[in-house]
């Protein structure tokens, strides 16, 4: 089957020269929580833009849930539900006002999927928009994009402003969707937000993708302590040798290492030690991102 989301060499060269996008090859799976990661002004934005059709590519192509984008702009509209990063919504209406005038133009919104969104997500429909707090518009910029239950959700850093019991909702929401065949597509450059959503994630840098990869991978990849007291001596250069294996360090009868991967290989070696202790600290999957930068990009991602 074709996939949700698919872009061919595309790239973005805005006025005045600055290249956003250097040729993408990005495929998303129907079905899947995409996560589309990248620090600021990677290109996370301009993709989306590109997807949705609200930019035009300088060179390159995108199909959406199997349609050529630009040939069939309604069909794809109505099948496609997207939150933007910087939402806005008609601030004199009040929210059902604003939600229905919304569906009178897409149609197929049945009013009871919007109320059960409205309920979960505590918006008051009867309030004007002007008088909702940052956190409650991001809410109904959220319910807009998934009221008329779209076969694609695109979503551009959609947790801004929402406390965590919302964040949760947001995050059951998303699986429900993906439960139900729909494809959820999450650009964010916080990473505990996709990885606690994604399936797959994409790495964007610079307008090129560094990877893309599941996140079962990722987390296997993942950099865990370990400390490993010994009842005699520590067999530290049979240790040192395991694979995975890095930073080990020997302080009496323990020893402290870091390892990447599975640790079959390190415990079978250990054991014929004899092995009195053995404590893990839990990884960090930031560490595993930082793998794929500099040193200077440290501070990212969050
Ligand atoms: N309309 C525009 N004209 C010129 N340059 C632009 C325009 N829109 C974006 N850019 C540039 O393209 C690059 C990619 O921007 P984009 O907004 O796609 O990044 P992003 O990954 O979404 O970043 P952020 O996480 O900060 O939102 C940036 O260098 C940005 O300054």
Do not use: C
């Not at 390190?266 to 991102?289: I, Q, S």
């Amino acid at each position: 089957m074709d996939a949700a989301l698919q872009t061919t060499g595309l790239r973005k060269v805005f006025r005045g020269g600055h290249v956003a996008l250097r040729g993408l090859d990005l495929e998303v799976p129907r079905g899947s929580v995409f996560g589309y990661l990248g620090p600021n002004g990677a290109g996370k934005t301009t993709t989306i833009r590109l997807a949705t059709g609200l930019l035009r590519p300088t060179a390159g192509s995108v199909r959406v849930l199997g349609l050529e984008l630009g040939r069939d702009p309604d069909r794809i509209q109505e099948r496609i539900g997207y939150l933007p990063g910087r939402f806005v919504a008609y601030a004199d209406l009040t929210v059902s006002e604003y939600l229905t005038y919304l569906s009178s133009l897409r149609g197929s919104v049945e009013p009871a999927v919007v109320d059960r969104l409205l309920e979960r997500f505590e918006v008051d429909p009867g309030r004007r928009i002007a008088a909702l707090s940052h956190g409650n518009v991001q809410k109904v910029g959220i319910v807009q994009a998934f009221m008329h239950r779209p076969d694609l959700v695109v979503l551009d850093e959609p947790t801004t402003g929402l406390d965590p019991l919302m964040q949760q909702e947001f995050l059951a929401l998303l699986l429900e969707t993906a439960q139900r065949g729909g494809t959820v597509f999450l650009s964010s450059h916080v990473l505990s937000e996709v990885a606690a959503a994604a399936d797959t994630v994409a790495i964007l840098r610079e307008g090129a993708l560094v990877t893309t990869s599941t996140v079962t991978d990722l987390r296997s990849r993942m950099v865990r302590r370990w400390d490993l007291a010994f009842l005699d001596t520590v067999p530290t250069e049979l240790l040192r040798s395991a694979p995975g294996v890095e930073a080990l360090t020997v302080q009496g009868r323990v020893a402290h290492l870091t390892l990447v991967g599975p640790a079959d290989e390190l415990l079978r070696r250990a054991a014929p030690y004899g092995v009195e202790n053995v404590t893990t600290h839990e990884g960090d999957l930031t560490e595993v991102f930082l793998r794929f930068y500099d040193r200077e990009e440290q501070s990212w991602p969050a």
